[in-house]
């Protein structure tokens, strides 16, 4: 475990990285001693200094919810972080692209909770019927920390990924909000056009068989700490889709059948 100076010093570097858009090394190369438990108090931390500077959590992401990307960090659980209000775009808008620095996108179903979830033994039946209803959505992730060492290039570690807010730092909702009863959410699909060519398709049951399974997931993950989802929290709960690279002058458009479509250009 690291110290909580360390675990200061190095959230106070992730919040620097990301309001200067520059990328850190590898946490885990510098204190090979890490665990998890450490990726996530640095996340801690870092919200403190989000708070501070006047930002407000709105919900969260969930994150290597497929099986495919557990087994390439080599964990067995999904990941999460915060989604801080300063993250969210509207569907069909330009978005600057110097506020990131290696954006990708990746297709998402959001959850927007009418009651709280406070676990333990919170259920996926629980979830759905804490949820007003489910939207699509786009993540816009991002890598504050290097995805690969500057010099020996080699991947970051699941341990870096989580202290840097689960690569998260946008979403776009948009399309058609329905309740979460009244589609089979398992076989919501998704087509993920980039530039007019589909780049990637996928179905919502690649999140954990049910994406509210990973809402229910992280509602008991954070119960330890005293922490919550709380009423109209946003919660994102797993690509189903790999992410796609995103450059300047890029439009993308999901088509989510009947659920509409969420679109954004990067400029």
């Not at 570097?13 to 510098?30: C, F, G, M, P």
């Not at 948009?174 to 089979?184: L, S």
Request: net charge negative.
């Amino acid at each position: 475990m690291l110290s909580h100076d360390v675990i200061s010093e190095l959230a106070q570097e992730l919040y620097s990285a990301r309001k200067n858009r520059t990328q850190v090394r590898h946490i885990s190369k510098r204190y090979p001693q890490m665990t998890i438990e450490d990726g996530y108090a640095i996340q801690r931390e870092w919200v403190k200094l989000e708070i501070a500077d006047g930002r407000v959590v709105k919900g969260r992401k969930i994150g290597l919810t497929s099986r495919a990307m557990q087994l390439s960090a080599q964990i067995t659980e999904p990941d999460y972080a915060p989604l801080m209000d300063d993250m969210f775009f509207d569907s069909g808008t330009d978005i600057d692209i110097s506020q990131f620095i290696l954006p990708r996108i990746e297709v998402e179903l959001a959850f927007i909770l009418k009651s709280p979830l406070k676990g333990p033994n919170v259920t996926l039946f629980d979830v759905l019927r804490a949820t007003e209803y489910v939207i699509p959505a786009l993540e816009i992730i991002d890598a504050r920390i290097e995805q690969l060492d500057r010099d020996t290039k080699a991947p970051r570690k699941v341990f870096d990924t989580i202290s840097d807010f689960a690569a998260n730092a946008g979403i776009v909702m948009g399309g058609q909000p329905v309740k979460p009863d009244a589609v089979d959410l398992r076989w919501v699909g998704a087509m993920m056009y980039k530039n007019a060519v589909i780049e990637e398709t996928g179905l919502a049951a690649g999140v954990l068989n049910h994406p509210a399974i990973g809402v229910a997931w992280l509602a008991n993950k954070i119960a330890p700490y005293n922490e919550q989802l709380n009423v109209g929290d946003v919660v994102l709960s797993g690509s189903f889709t790999r992410p796609v690279a995103a450059q300047a002058g890029d439009t993308f458009v999901v088509d989510y059948g009947a659920l509409g479509n969420v679109s954004c250009r990067f400029i």
